[in-house]
């Protein structure tokens, strides 16, 4: 399995230019002349200093049109390969360069842009840029032609954000942003391991772990209140995906930011579409985000809550997964209205995060001692983390272009009767076809009771966790005998960064052999368990050992008293 990558925060501050982009905009008297400036200001949380420097670099012309003192952007023939590859165009487009300003306007990572931008252009000198000086407090970069730039921290070549630099004004003033809103998420580990692999010692947040059905998984989302210095409004949303099988238990969401508790409709509002068996989003929106929280830049914001591993929840190693991304306001100039986004906005957005849980299964093959399949067992199955069980299995219904015989001691084979056997057979030699059978059953006390062995020999417990089990027979075969030894069973989950590998062995009885079982399509199978017919013998150490001893004991008295009667009847002689 792919491991999900995470998304790193940047950790130096960096800066982009560019923001909302038409194809044309009015400009002064000055035109295009080589006069302009941009000046980088410092935020209350990061500081230019004398070792700050950044680079402006043009990705887009400026050409004056010569019409009411309008310009145009164009592509620069060295960067169209670049955009042809990044936005899918040929090039051969009749307005290209305007496609072009549309899709670096819809880019949802600006900072992915800047990089692109870096790496693809900057590094391979397919652009050069101009640097400037400290000034007081700022950074100013002069003498620039009007046009498109993306400006870069010179140190580490990212970038933070986009702003637009004005073509009617000689001078245009960004704030220095040190990094981008991130989020976080994890599944709560317990004390007790249940949360997280079956072991007593593991705790602590996880990216994955494994549940039974019935189990709530509790998570956290975690991220931090942004910097907003040149915001007056600023948007925060937390988009989060549960997959189907996760049930979201709506009374147990918390939000903390720093040590303060949000109250929901007065701080936020939630939204929730879908439903556990296709799936579903909970939209959390903070409201009046910029006038609440500006002044905590830096604060911790915690989201809680948990979901119930339901019946639709996928069993075996794919996992059910949940996602969560971070939506936020990246332009100050295009700050919108309302705390949500609409459907023209184009906000930041995280790399999606996503934590797994997973769940398996137990299979149990009954058979007799030449390994036939064996109907009619009943068996329990009990251990502290079984809260409901799909009893899975199959059962035999006629059908005439079907591949089984019916014999005569119940059982099923697919071999065709003949002359030799067919005594072994049903009279009437019909045919039957397997049925797949499901039942939900839920457990009382983590005990499942009766659960019946299918025509074919099968039985399957689905919704399963890692832990230790024991299975019961409790009725046999008609015919054979009872099984009287328990069944032990135990299951590991081994947790990879995001993956389960499951694991299990069984022995039956205290001292029996220990066994592995094998994984097949996310079921723990290889468990076959054998029925005998016959008079059983009484086990050792049991009342029939004690009658042995009387029955012997009788015999050599017996013998005794014979002995000396011959003799004395010798004598007598």
Same mark, same amino acid.
């Given at each position: 399995?792919?491991?999900?990558?995470?998304?790193?925060?940047?950790?130096?501050?960096?800066?982009?230019?560019?923001?909302?982009?038409?194809?044309?905009?009015?400009?002064?008297?000055?035109?295009?002349?080589?006069?302009?400036?941009?000046?980088?200001?410092?935020?209350?949380?990061?500081?230019?200093?004398?070792?700050?420097?950044?680079?402006?670099?043009?990705?887009?012309?400026?050409?004056?049109?010569?019409?009411?003192?309008?310009?145009?952007?164009?592509?620069?023939?060295?960067?169209?390969?670049?955009?042809?590859?990044?936005?899918?165009?040929?090039?051969?487009?009749?307005?290209?360069?305007?496609?072009?300003?549309?899709?670096?306007?819809?880019?949802?990572?600006?900072?992915?842009?800047?990089?692109?931008?870096?790496?693809?252009?900057?590094?391979?000198?397919?652009?050069?840029?101009?640097?400037?000086?400290?000034?007081?407090?700022?950074?100013?970069?002069?003498?620039?032609?009007?046009?498109?730039?993306?400006?870069?921290?010179?140190?580490?070549?990212?970038?933070?954000?986009?702003?637009?630099?004005?073509?009617?004004?000689?001078?245009?003033?960004?704030?220095?942003?040190?990094?981008?809103? !991130?989020?976080?998420?994890? %599944?709560?580990?317990? @004390?007790?391991? &249940? =949360? $997280?692999?079956?072991?007593? +010692? /593991?705790? #602590?947040?996880?990216?994955?772990?494994?549940?039974?059905?019935?189990?709530?998984?509790?998570?956290?989302?975690?991220?931090?209140?942004?910097?907003?210095?040149?915001?007056?409004?600023?948007?925060?949303?937390?988009?989060?995906?549960?997959?189907?099988?996760?049930?979201?238990?709506?009374? !147990?969401?918390?939000?903390? %930011?720093?040590?303060? @508790?949000?109250? &929901? =409709? $007065?701080?936020?509002?939630? +939204? /929730?579409? #879908?439903?556990?068996?296709?799936?579903?989003?909970?939209?959390?929106?903070?409201?009046?985000?910029?006038?609440?929280?500006?002044?905590?830049?830096?604060?911790?914001?915690?989201?809680?809550?948990?979901?119930?591993?339901?019946?639709?929840?996928?069993?075996?190693?794919?996992?059910?997964?949940?996602?969560?991304?971070?939506?936020?306001?990246?332009?100050?100039?295009?700050?919108?209205?309302?705390?949500?986004?609409?459907?023209?906005?184009?906000?930041?957005?995280?790399?999606?995060?996503?934590?797994?849980?997973?769940?398996?299964?137990?299979?149990?093959?009954?058979?007799?001692?030449?390994?036939?399949?064996?109907?009619?067992?009943?068996?329990?199955?009990?251990?502290?983390?079984?809260?409901?069980?799909?009893?899975?299995?199959?059962?035999?219904?006629?059908?005439?272009?079907?591949?089984?015989?019916?014999?005569?001691?119940?059982?099923?084979?697919?071999?065709?009767?003949?002359?030799?056997?067919?005594?072994?057979?049903?009279?009437?030699?019909?045919?039957?076809?397997?049925?797949?059978?499901?039942?939900?059953?839920?457990?009382?006390?983590?005990?499942?009771?009766?659960?019946?062995?299918?025509?074919?020999?099968?039985?399957?417990?689905?919704?399963?966790?890692?832990?230790?089990?024991?299975?019961?027979?409790?009725?046999?075969?008609?015919?054979?005998?009872?099984?009287?030894?328990?069944?032990?069973?135990?299951?590991?989950?081994?947790?990879?960064?995001?993956?389960?590998?499951?694991?299990?062995?069984?022995?039956?009885?205290?001292?029996?052999?220990?066994?592995?079982?094998?994984?097949?399509?996310?079921?723990?199978?290889?468990?076959?368990?054998?029925?005998?017919?016959?008079?059983?013998?009484?086990?050792?150490?049991?009342?029939?050992?004690?009658?042995?001893?009387?029955?012997?004991?009788?015999?050599?008295?017996?013998?005794?008293?014979?002995?000396?009667?011959?003799?004395?009847?010798?004598?007598?002689?």
């Amino acid at each position: 399995m792919k491991k999900m990558k995470r998304f790193k925060k940047f950790t130096s501050m960096v800066l982009a230019v560019a923001m909302t982009l038409a194809m044309t905009l009015p400009v002064m008297a000055t035109g295009t002349s080589a006069n302009k400036s941009i000046t980088i200001k410092p935020s209350p949380t990061v500081k230019i200093t004398d070792q700050s420097e950044f680079t402006a670099y043009k990705i887009l012309n400026a050409v004056d049109v010569g019409t009411d003192n309008e310009i145009a952007y164009t592509v620069p023939d060295e960067l169209k390969d670049f955009y042809k590859e990044r936005y899918g165009l040929t090039g051969e487009e009749s307005n290209f360069a305007y496609k072009v300003t549309e899709k670096i306007n819809a880019e949802k990572d600006l900072y992915a842009f800047g990089k692109a931008v870096k790496e693809k252009l900057v590094d391979t000198q397919k652009i050069t840029g101009k640097t400037g000086n400290k000034v007081g407090d700022n950074y100013v970069i002069s003498s620039l032609d009007v046009g498109y730039y993306l400006v870069l921290d010179s140190a580490t070549g990212e970038a933070a954000s986009q702003v637009i630099l004005d073509t009617t004004v000689d001078n245009v003033e960004v704030v220095v942003k040190a990094d981008v809103p !991130t989020i976080d998420k994890s %599944i709560i580990g317990s @004390e007790d391991g &249940e =949360n $997280t692999d079956g072991d007593p +010692t /593991t705790n #602590g947040m996880v990216s994955a772990n494994n549940e039974a059905i019935g189990d709530d998984v509790p998570y956290e989302l975690k991220t931090k209140v942004p910097a907003m210095s040149g915001y007056t409004h600023y948007r925060f949303v937390i988009s989060d995906t549960l997959s189907k099988g996760l049930s979201y238990n709506a009374d !147990t969401l918390s939000i903390k %930011i720093g040590e303060t @508790e949000l109250i &929901e =409709n $007065t701080h936020y509002t939630v +939204t /929730t579409t #879908g439903n556990s068996t296709e799936g579903t989003n909970i939209r959390i929106v903070f409201k009046d985000f910029y006038q609440n929280w500006k002044d905590v830049s830096g604060a911790d914001i915690v989201v809680r809550y948990t979901a119930e591993l339901t019946e639709d929840a996928e069993i075996g190693t794919t996992g059910n997964p949940n996602t969560v991304k971070l939506l936020y306001s990246n332009n100050p100039s295009n700050e919108g209205e309302g705390d949500d986004f609409g459907p023209a906005d184009v906000p930041g957005e995280t790399e999606e995060i996503t934590v797994r849980t997973y769940v398996t299964g137990l299979q149990l093959n009954k058979v007799n001692a030449n390994g036939n399949e064996l109907k009619g067992a009943v068996f329990t199955l009990s251990g502290t983390r079984v809260n409901q069980v799909n009893q899975k299995g199959a059962e035999f219904v006629e059908d005439t272009n079907g591949t089984y015989w019916k014999l005569k001691d119940g059982t099923f084979t697919t071999k065709e009767p003949n002359d030799k056997t067919s005594h072994l057979y049903e009279e009437d030699g019909r045919k039957y076809a397997k049925k797949a059978v499901a039942n939900w059953v839920t457990s009382k006390d983590h005990v499942v009771a009766n659960a019946t062995v299918n025509d074919d020999g099968v039985l399957i417990f689905e919704g399963l966790a890692a832990g230790e089990y024991e299975i019961k027979e409790i009725t046999a075969p008609d015919g054979y005998n009872l099984l009287k030894e328990t069944i032990f069973v135990t299951i590991r989950c081994n947790n990879g960064e995001d993956e389960c590998e499951w694991t299990g062995t069984f022995k039956i009885g205290e001292t029996g052999e220990q066994k592995d079982l094998q994984l097949n399509n996310g079921i723990l199978s290889g468990m076959d368990i054998v029925n005998n017919t016959g008079t059983e013998l009484p086990s050792t150490g049991g009342i029939g050992t004690t009658i042995f001893y009387i029955i012997g004991g009788i015999l050599v008295v017996g013998a005794a008293i014979l002995l000396i009667t011959k003799k004395r009847m010798s004598k007598e002689a």
